[in-house]
T-cell receptor, first 113, second 111 residues
Framework: KAGVTQTPRYLIKTRGQQVTLSCSPI?????VSWYQQTPGQGLQFLFE???????NKGNFPGRFSGRQFSNSRSEMNVSTLELGDSALYLC????????????FGAGTRLSVL | DAKTTQPPSMDCAEGRAANLPCNHS???????VYWYRQIHSQGPQYIIH???NNETNEMASLIITEDRKSSTLILPHATLRDTAVYYC????????????FGKGTRLSVIA
């Protein structure tokens, strides 16, 4: 069974631009969560989607948004990029009923210059 | 904020057991203890979870104290590939609660 796939693996943007990151969950998984990892703040929860609906959101500004499609694939978007948005963005998927075990992708490393 | 406390770093000799402690003194009755690890430049990997009984799988064993205020993750025969940051997380088994990661323990397995 293929794991969680995130694309692209690496991305370089400049301040003020916007970026879209993609996540394909494990087949059959309906929940997708996004996390941001930085050296200073560690791993922080961004949002979670289940059956195309956002059902949880972390404490991030409105520049961070996401969506989920009917095939459970998810995208997250960051608009008006800031230097502090440089981070590893991780996606995790989970089956509907599996004791909340999340399976993570390798992440997308975003560098904002 | 994370509800767990872990030592920032630990060393372990290759082939020996690695015992990683975690304190979760404010754990609630419906909360499980989950362990994940993150090898450098990879996403976190689920290891094991438990409520109050000791648990074992192919990767590790989890020992939870009777009062559930602390636990220990045991890697029985550590290898160099077990070098990683290990996160102990307390979370309800059901519902929509996201994972809250603390700083974890950086385990270095030494040859």
């Amino acid at each position: 069974k293929a794991g969680v796939t995130q694309t692209p693996r690496y991305l370089i943007k400049t301040r003020g631009q916007q970026v879209t990151l993609s996540c394909s969950p494990i087949s059959g998984h309906r929940s997708v969560s996004w996390y941001q990892q930085t050296p200073g703040q560690g791993l922080q929860f961004l949002f979670e989607y289940f059956s195309e609906t956002q059902r949880n959101k972390g404490n991030f500004p409105g520049r961070f948004s996401g969506r989920q499609f009917s095939n459970s694939r998810s995208e997250m978007n960051v608009s008006t990029l800031e230097l502090g948005d440089s981070a590893l963005y991780l996606c995790a998927s989970s089956p509907a009923l599996a004791k909340n075990i999340q399976y993570f992708g390798a992440g997308t490393r975003l560098s904002v210059l | 904020d994370a509800k767990t406390t872990q030592p920032p770093s630990m060393d372990c000799a290759e082939g020996r057991a690695a015992n990683l402690p975690c304190n979760h003194s404010t754990i609630s009755g419906n909360e499980y203890v989950y362990w994940y690890r993150q090898i450098h430049s990879q996403g976190p990997q689920y290891i094991i979870h438990g409520l109050k009984n000791n648990e074992t799988n192919e990767m590790a064993s989890l020992i939870i104290t009777e009062d559930r205020k602390s636990s220990t993750l045991i890697l029985p025969h550590a290898t160099l590939r077990d070098t990683a940051v290990y996160y102990c997380i307390v979370r309800p088994v059901s519902g929509n609660t996201p994972l809250v990661f603390g700083k974890g323990t950086r385990l270095s397995v030494i040859a």
